[in-house]
DNA sequence: AAGGCGGGGGA
DNA sequence: TCCCCAGCCTT
């Protein structure tokens, strides 16, 4: 039986973990909440490599939270140039401002008032009071995320609710009793040097011994990625105008959109109009259309419904046969014609099957 | 070329 | 409440 997490992250930090990052203890410089909070904001969508140096140039010349308050957006945004969402700087000098205003200018020692602040979400105002007060606080940022979604095989994805809340309340119950600046510093440590986010080195993880994710060889599949977006769903109606000779009317779309130039059948986007727009087409003979079995056709961007609706006998106006862009079109031409692959799926499924026509499925 | 990343803000 | 977004970086 292993023991808690706690004990070996704080046994593998001390010989592996990074003790000698700017925001920590230096011979030269204490841990105070105001480098800790700087440094942790630009943590939260940067990595630590890239951030020493914006780190130590910004505190150099923001030493603390009052010159924060005291100068310029300009001036912040300046520091911060090149590390990207700005809004962070923003956020910083604002909640710099709240500090000067409301916290007799130091960063707030409570969680609530840490939070209020803009810019200082749960996880940040946990590492806040964690890593500068030594206070139990969990925090829950990307590294840890992936660290306890493989140790207890959290499946899904980390940013659903329910799997945070998960994750949330596992952070919490490992959270070491002792150490806590250590522990915090250790668990983000290991999640950056060892359970990293490809070729996680488990033969130096002090936690494979009952490391779900490792046991059970899921560590490439934990923690899940965010499902595919679902992708934004459009209709459309084809109509399929077929005369007494079986053939049918097919229209070129146009040189922009979906299928550009290619040979499809004439749409519309409303069922309700699909009427009207096969009458100006053709001479419908008072049939009404056959409802086929709808299907749908997944684009990069989209997916598209195809409801088709089917004439039979139609007599075609004279008017439009002529014209460039519509053709009447026996069963032997389809093939010779560039065509989208679902409409001529759908086109030959009908002539092959005269009397119970499907979609192509 | 695609996807990760804490928190804010809009739907 | 959920979902999208920002900008840069890694893979």
């Known amino acids: 039986m292993s023991t808690g997490i706690a004990s070996r992250l704080l046994a593998w930090f001390d010989r592996h973990g990074r003790h000698d990052l700017p925001w920590q203890d230096t011979p030269s410089c204490r841990r105070t909440p105001y480098r800790v909070w700087i440094s942790e904001v630009m943590l939260q969508q940067t990595q630590v490599a890239t951030v020493i140096p914006y780190f130590e140039r910004f505190v150099r010349a923001l030493p603390h939270v009052r010159a924060l308050a005291n100068a310029s957006e300009d001036e912040v945004f300046a520091l911060w140039s090149g590390l990207g969402y700005y809004a962070r700087a ?48 969990p925090i829950l940022d990307g590294n840890v995320k992936r660290v306890l979604a493989r140790h207890a095989g959290v499946r899904g994805w980390p940013g659903a609710r329910a799997v945070e809340e998960k994750l949330w309340a596992l952070a919490e119950s490992h959270t070491s009793h002792e150490r806590i600046a250590d522990y915090t510093q250790a668990i983000m440590d290991l999640g950056a040097i060892v359970c990293t986010r490809t070729l996680p080195r488990c033969g130096e993880c002090p936690l494979s011994d009952d490391c779900t994710a490792f046991q059970q060889g899921l560590t490439a599949e934990l923690p899940q990625p965010r499902p595919a977006r679902a ?126 026509p499907q979609g192509p499925g």
């Open 90 to 137: 923003r956020n910083l000098h604002r909640a710099a401002r709240v500090c000067v205003e409301r916290h007799g200018g130091e960063l707030p020692a409570h969680f609530e008032s840490l939070v209020a602040l803009p810019g200082i979400g749960r996880s940040t105002a946990g590492a806040i009071l964690a890593l500068s007060r030594g206070e139990r606080f």
């Open 231 to 356: 992708l934004p769903v459009r209709n459309t109606v084809m109509l399929i105008l077929r005369d007494a000779q079986q053939r049918v009317l097919l229209q070129r779309r146009g040189a922009s959109g979906v299928w550009p130039g290619l040979w499809s059948l004439p749409e519309s986007e409303d069922l309700a109009l699909a009427s009207n727009l096969a009458a100006k087409f053709a001479h419908l003979n008072g049939t009404h259309a056959e409802t086929l079995q709808p299907f749908a056709h997944a684009f990069t961007h989209y997916r598209l419904h195809v409801q088709p609706l089917l004439w039979r006998g139609v007599r075609m106006h004279r008017a439009i046969a002529d014209t460039q862009d519509l053709r009447w079109c026996a069963g032997g031409e389809f093939a010779h014609l560039g065509m989208p692959a679902p409409v001529r799926k759908l086109l030959n499924a009908i002539i092959q099957d005269r009397r119970a």
